[in-house]
């Protein structure tokens, strides 16, 4: 698409909210300067996370942005982002921050779906428990061994990229909702199609009119038809997916395929990119001592071997995965101010008003060497993790844990439900191709063997890849 038919679509939103939404005067923390009308939209879209991080080094730890006429504030903080998500529902609120967003992306209506949000995501957690995770990593290797035959991609110089995506696509879309659904409508057309709407996502989510994303609007179109086809037909019986409709029995049926697109969306966008990150990096020539004690780890090597090393959330596999999550991580995780709050900083509070936009930057905090010391941007999956207490220098802010992968699944009562599912579900994956594959990285153009630049200009999701990886695959 031109770009001066989005930045004229850009330009119409701004003016049309700026003409038309109701803008309060106390303006809270320090703003960024930026353009008129459209503020801090290009510098973000252009730049990404490392305009984040010249904001946080020119302005501190808590500032405002401008974008598409609305300010935002960012809180990079250590004290304010646990405050932040420690809060009740009555002082900074889920809801109206990705309201919105859910309807534009999904088409999810906002009442039968946030008016029992909380119910969703329990239901949701029940089918992704530990006790079930075992059947499902067992289906998901199934899945990946007759992908693979499928395919017959078992050798040679592939994209590292596309073959994971390929894989973990069709293996975990048939895991979740069951075998029959790419069967019946084209395995390769369900995953171009998805492969369009995750790309468009974030523009989607914008205020640009849909109008002017047609591409996305045939992919979500053709996904939502299939879902709804299978649905019908009661593809999904006894899968995930069909439980968690199921255990929902108050959303109308109407909703089903829109609710199970939200799923598919949610089971893909993080576990690939994740995936790559962990499988790629253990294929650098300085990680090779590591990747050879990782495939230690899994000792035989067979199903059961693979399985255990995954469900150990202490063992070597978990923390290459957690490390991959940590350090490509969103750039953004957002919520709303639901009254006046005083925000704690490091040096005082910071007054935010009421319907005031918030932003945690979990990739700003995760590559902050205030927070993860100087090696904060390299992969080490064996690094001392810092608790949050210690993180805000004892202001008493309340002790949650960073954790391995800190706060890229977020944090509090909105926590991923999947969490423990996916990050189970790609050290599977991991350990699967160290054990089915001896793998070399080929060198770039330079001759240098290196990995792809992170795309940073996004901030919904694990970061991808900029461009491919090529590597040289070998059945062990």
């Not at 999810?108 to 990593?137: E, K, V, W, Y």
């Not at 994209?159 to 790419?182: C, H």
């Not at 697109?261 to 790559?276: D, E, K, R």
């Not at 006046?340 to 005031?356: A, E, I």
Request: charged share 20%.
């Amino acid at each position: 698409m031109e770009a001066w038919i989005i930045l004229v679509a850009l330009l119409a939103a701004t003016m049309a909210y700026v003409l038309h939404a109701h803008r309060r005067t106390d303006l809270g923390p320090l703003r960024v300067p930026g353009l008129p009308l459209l503020g801090n939209t290009l510098q973000l879209g252009a730049s990404g996370a490392p305009f984040i991080r010249q904001c946080r080094q020119e302005h501190g730890d808590t500032f405002t942005l401008k974008l598409i006429g609305r300010p935002i504030t960012l809180c990079c903080n250590p004290k304010a982002v646990a405050a932040i998500y420690s809060a009740p529902e009555d002082m900074i609120t889920f809801r109206p921050a990705v309201e919105q967003f859910t309807q534009r992306i999904f088409g999810i209506p906002s009442g039968p779906f946030f008016d029992r949000h909380l119910d969703i995501l329990n239901a949701l957690r029940m089918l992704l428990t530990a006790q079930h995770l075992r059947s499902h990593q067992q289906a998901l290797i199934q899945h990946m061994r007759q992908h693979l035959q499928q395919t017959e991609r078992q050798h040679g110089k592939v994209d590292l990229v596309s073959f994971i995506t390929s894989l973990i696509f069709n293996a975990a879309v048939s895991t979740l909702f069951g075998a029959s659904f790419l069967p019946r409508h084209g395995a390769d057309k369900v995953m171009a199609a998805f492969s369009t709407f995750e790309k468009n996502f974030e523009l989607a989510a914008s205020l640009v009119p849909h109008s002017l994303l047609r591409a996305f609007c045939r992919a979500r179109s053709f996904l939502l038809k299939a879902f709804k086809v299978s649905y019908d037909q009661g593809d999904f019986r006894d899968t995930v997916a069909g439980n968690m409709i199921a255990n929902c029995p108050w959303l109308p049926a109407s909703i089903a395929p829109n609710m199970l697109l939200a799923l598919q969306w949610a089971s893909q966008a993080n576990s690939v990119p994740a995936t790559f990150w962990a499988y790629a990096h253990l294929l650098l020539p300085q990680h090779m001592e590591l990747h050879e004690a990782v495939r230690e780890s899994l000792k035989g090597g067979d199903d059961d071997d693979i399985i255990a090393a995954a469900m150990d959330s202490r063992g070597l596999l978990a923390k290459v995965v957690a490390e991959a999550v940590r350090l490509y991580s969103p750039g953004m995780d957002v919520r709303m101010a639901a009254c006046d709050l005083q925000l704690p900083n490091s040096t005082g509070t910071d007054f935010l008003p009421k319907g005031r936009m918030l932003a945690v930057s979990p990739y700003e905090m995760h590559t902050a060497p205030d927070i993860y010391g100087p090696t904060a941007t390299l992969f080490d999956p064996l690094r001392a993790i810092p608790h949050a207490d210690d993180a805000a220098k004892g202001s008493g802010a309340p002790a949650w844990s960073w954790g391995h992968a800190g706060i890229a699944f977020g944090a509090g009562q909105f926590r991923c439900p999947g969490r423990q599912f996916a990050e189970a579900e790609i050290a599977v994956v991991v350990a699967f191709l160290l054990t089915c594959f001896k793998a070399q990285l080929q060198p770039s153009g330079d001759g240098r063997i290196q990995l792809p630049e992170p795309e940073l200009r996004r901030q919904i999701g694990v970061r991808w890849p900029r461009t491919a990886c090529r590597a040289a695959l070998c059945v062990r």
